[in-house]
């Protein structure tokens, strides 16, 4: 079964340090490729979105991701945290081979300590 | 409603007994999704609709599950015969049908089975 890995299930991180979030996921067909995110006690929300071209993607809040065909990875950057993105992230894929089933990772909880 | 709604937020129920979890998605959004989200856990997709096609139910992971979806709008995730691994975080998304959209989600409906 294709599947999504989100390795780290946390990551404490101090105020304006950068931060990396891994995704990797299983399968060698064309994907879309989205990270969300959850703040505490709300809804998931979309953070960004890879669709197709730049395999660079930036996203709300300062948050980009890149895209890596080779690794099939789409890991979440961003290059000085707050304490206000302490949240839960989740990363999805979208495959092309399994009509419009989106798979999540397990997520990665983000700690901003200050 | 401005968005995605899910009720009842929360529901405390018997094992061995029905219940029966509402979604009401955004006007004019023709897919919809259910998804469990269990602690620790990731986002488990259970069921998709799109319009009037047939749903996709690969996700559910019992016999005790079925979702329905009435006049394309408000949908009910029915669960029979409660067990304690149900317990979960059972969330409603919707989205426009178009390659790449993004899923707005409900709140959620936190199920306990005692």
């Known amino acids: 079964a294709q599947s999504v890995t989100q390795l780290d299930s946390q990551v404490p991180v101090f105020e304006e340090a950068p931060v990396e979030l891994r995704c990797n996921y299983s399968?060698?067909?064309?994907?879309?490729l989205f990270w969300y995110v959850q703040y505490p006690n709300q809804g998931l929300q979309l953070l960004l979105k890879?669709?197709?071209?730049?395999?660079l993607v930036k996203g709300i809040n300062g948050f980009e991701a890149e895209f890596n065909k080779s690794q099939t990875s789409f890991h979440l950057r961003k290059p000085s945290v707050h304490i206000s993105d302490t949240a839960e992230y989740f990363c999805?894929?979208?495959?092309?081979?399994?009509?419009?089933?989106?798979?999540f990772g397990g997520g990665t909880r983000l700690m901003v300590k200050p | 409603g401005a968005g995605v709604s899910q009720s009842p937020s929360n529901k405390v129920t018997e094992k061995g007994k029905d219940v029966e979890l509402r979604c009401d998605p955004i006007s004019g959004h023709t897919a919809l999704y259910w998804y469990r989200q269990s602690l620790g856990q990731g986002l488990e997709f259970l069921i998709y609709?799109?319009?009037?096609?047939?749903?996709?139910k690969s996700g559910l992971p019992s016999d005790r599950f079925s979702a329905e979806r009435t006049g394309g709008s408000v949908s009910t995730l029915t669960i029979q015969r409660t067990q304690q691994e149900d317990s979960a975080v059972y969330l409603c998304?919707?989205?426009?049908?178009?390659?790449?959209?993004?899923?707005?989600f409900g709140s959620g409906t936190q199920l306990s089975v005692l």
């Open positions: 998304a919707s989205s426009l049908n178009r390659v790449g959209e993004k899923l707005f």
């Open positions: 399968s060698s067909v064309s994907v879309y």
């Open positions: 999805a894929v979208r495959f092309n081979n399994a009509g419009n089933m989106l798979t």
């Open positions: 890879y669709l197709s071209g730049s395999t």
């Open positions: 609709f799109q319009g009037n096609s047939a749903p996709d």
